[in-house]
């Protein structure tokens, strides 16, 4: 019995450490990158106390984006959620974003994406969720999308994404969930 104990308490110790350890500091880019993002409009923050992954977001600003406000983002590698929605951002821009391989979330949604713009998003290898409402994304497009793995969440809804575009993309990624918006009642037929 006292085995147990010992076992159980070496256990818990371990565990309490772990749990205990404050997150990895910052490096000094990553510190100006942060300063750069705020002092241009943009919001970045922790996930949580215990979790030092970022959470970036422009959508907020009172002013129009520009190709500055994305370029401090190449020096944070732990960038995990990404909100562009409803700003200027167009598919040059999305080439500050093809190195954030840890993004998880990315909204697009009300932007000046197209199909061009998706190829930036080919190595996001952690990407499970992307929205594309509302964005002047194709079929050809999708293409971009199919070395996507873990993407189980995609929102084409006001986009020219056609059936047979999302059936092209559900069969390379059959775990997707495609999002196409309201769909209409078919009326009933009458004898």
Known sequence: MPRILTSLTLALVSLSLAVAQP???RTEAEKKALDKIRMLGGFAMELA???NRLDVSFHLMDKKITPEHLTPLKDLKSIVYLNLRGTETNDDMLANVAPLTSL????????????????HLKGLVNLEYLNLYGTAVTDAGLVNLEGLKKLKSLYVWQTKVTDAGADKLKKALPQLQIIRGIEEPKPMKTS
């Open 104 to 119: 998880i979330r990315l909204h697009l949604e009300k932007t000046k994406i197209t199909d061009k713009g998706l190829v």
């Open 49 to 51: 106390q215990n979790d």
């Open 23 to 25: 997150p990895a500091q």
